[in-house]
């Protein structure tokens, strides 16, 4: 297979001039902390083909757990046309039917965009972001063995000189149901991503929850352990499973080894550190919790809402320092699929991002609605906006950081803030399912389900300005969606897998950009 696939049209040679359409009033606005945000317009859509491969032969699935767009190489043509280097973060490969030995990785696009400020619902226009596959990006742990997808073991670690205890992953024969040796691996489910300007390259994920950074080859150079409030507990000791049986077990309670289910404290399952962020100075680095930990209500979407946002200086990369942590309140939402009883709910977040005035963009939704999916329609799909400026460090304040219960931030019955702690300023803003903006490029929240309906996860953000020469306040957000690898015309295993998913969709991976202003 060619080591280069294009995945989209040429791009749109039409010149549309230097002017980027702006609404007078905008979609909608907030002012957080005195900061206003306008969301001018949906301006643009793309996607990536379901069944496109890497240059390894596996399906280029799920690109949307987490984006990078290298400011440096955002440009800006004469014919109002913009070309970028986009990076997409798969997670832990096709898994919809059991965990696999995959090797998780890093992809990189040439992007293209042509605004489209004239669309409307009456004359839509076609999609205007393409993506030009580059290349890919494997991950390896400290001794080069490569990492996997593979549900991380019920108790045990593996050890590096230099490195903390890491998760451990063990596998029956190739790791994906045919004949080989088995083996120990560093199990990761990527979830955030940070390219630095050396090329390396920071990465967050689920199953530890841990941060790893790797060289610019993918081979990692330093790992970050969370404090022990987060770190996953059964029966008195770390335990990283997320309950996720290997598929070539066939899900049988002989492969699913840990007991109880979920964990007694720490990150529930697949509710690690979704969002990793950078600050624009590159000095600090952000992670944010999915959820609240099990022992502050993690275990209910009821009692989930109250997160934890830990900070470590990174200007010695080999040696983070862990500097500051807060709590960050999740936005509630009604879920008419649910009785009364069961609402409000907490709308998980899938990503953070950092803002030059020092907040920050979280995207949180919920769940089960979209493409796929038997409810097309998601009612909680936003990007908002946090301050932590008036929030109490709990790194400075002590005594939150152990398993005790006496250390919750929260209730776990109820998912209360205790009192001596203030959460963080949340402030709502761009609403993935405005209709009248989608319908401008022929996509939509609810209805049919067809190759428009939005994908039930959206997972990432990136921001660069409308004007990179000169940026006044004016910027276009791109969003990926995680399509969970789901198509009828699928490979893992460098193409030796083939497989059609059960649930016999084929989802593209979708991919929106916003115009907003700050100011």
């Known amino acids: ?28 606005s907030t002012t957080c902390n005195g900061v206003k945000y306008v969301y001018d317009e949906l301006a643009g859509y793309g996607f990536v083909p379901s069944n496109a491969r890497d240059k390894f032969g596996d399906t280029l699935g799920g ?19 913009y070309t970028g280097i986009l990076w997409g973060l798969p997670d832990r490969g096709w898994n919809t039917e059991g965990s696999l030995n995959y090797n998780p990785r890093v992809h990189k696009f040439k992007i293209s965009f042509t605004p489209q400020p004239h669309a409307t619902v009456s004359n839509p226009s076609a999609p205007n972001l393409h993506f030009e596959y580059i290349d890919t990006i494997k991950f390896s742990g400290p001794d080069g063995t490569p990492c996997t997808g593979i549900d991380g073991d019920a108790s045990g670690h593996l050890s590096y000189p230099g490195f903390p205890h890491l998760p451990i992953a063990t596998y029956e024969g190739d790791g994906f149901g045919g004949k080989g040796p088995g083996g120990k691996r560093i199990p990761i489910d990527p979830e955030g991503l940070y390219i630095n300007e050396d090329g390396s390259f920071w990465v967050s994920d689920e199953y530890g929850p841990y941060v790893y950074l790797f060289n610019s080859k993918g081979k990692m150079i330093t790992a970050i352990r969370p404090p022990e ?9 770390d335990s990283f499973s997320a309950d996720s049986p290997p598929r070539y077990g066939n899900g049988t309670t002989s492969d699913d080894d840990v007991t109880p289910a979920h964990p007694d404290s720490g990150r529930e399952n697949n509710h690690g550190f979704e969002g990793l962020t950078v600050s624009p100075d590159g000095k600090s680095l952000y992670v944010l919790l999915q959820a609240a930990t099990v022992q502050e209500g993690g275990l209910e979407k ?16 080999r040696a983070p320092v862990y500097t500051g942590e807060w709590v960050v309140p999740l936005p509630l939402f009604n879920d008419p699929t649910s009785k009364p009883s069961k609402n409000p709910k907490a709308a998980a977040q899938s990503e953070v991002y950092a803002l030059e005035n020092g907040q ?30 008036g929030a109490t460090n709990i790194k ?69 300005p409308v004007n990179p020469k000169k940026p006044n306040g004016d910027f276009f957000v791109f969003s990926l969606s995680d399509n969970d690898f789901i198509t009828q015309d699928g490979y893992m295993n460098g193409g030796g897998l083939p497989y059609a998913d059960e649930s016999g969709f084929s989802l593209d991976n979708q991919a929106l950009v916003f115009k907003i202003s700050i100011s």
């Not at 690109?63 to 046309?81: E, P, T």
């Not at 409030?229 to 000791?237: E, F, L």
């Not at 009821?302 to 990369?317: A, G, S, V």
């Not at 761009?430 to 929240?445: C, G, T």
């Open 63 to 81: 690109i949307g757990s987490s984006l990078h767009i290298d400011q440096r190489a955002w440009k800006k043509h004469c014919n109002g046309s």
């Open 396 to 464: 400075a304040a002590g005594s939150y950081d152990c398993v005790d219960s006496t250390c919750t931030v929260a209730d776990a019955d109820t998912g209360s803030l205790k009192s001596g702690v203030t959460a963080a300023t949340y402030c709502s803003f761009i609403d993935f399912n405005v209709n009248a903006q989608l319908n401008r490029f022929n996509v939509h929240n609810g209805g049919n389900t067809d190759s428009g309906l939005l994908n039930e996860k959206w997972e990432s953000i990136g921001v660069v």
């Open 229 to 237: 409030s987060i770190v996953p507990k059964r029966n008195g000791t």
């Open 360 to 389: 920050f963009f979280v995207l949180s939704r919920d769940s089960s609605a979209g493409n796929g999916q038997e409810v097309t329609q998601s009612v909680y799909r936003q990007i908002d906006v946090v301050d932590i400026s």
């Open 302 to 317: 009821q009692t989930q809402r109250h997160t934890r946002f830990l900070k470590y200086d990174i200007r010695n990369k």
């Open 1 to 28: 297979m060619a080591a280069r696939v294009f995945l989209a049209a040429t791009l749109v040679s039409s010149a549309l001039g230097t002017a980027i359409g702006k609404h007078a009033a905008g979609v909608n």
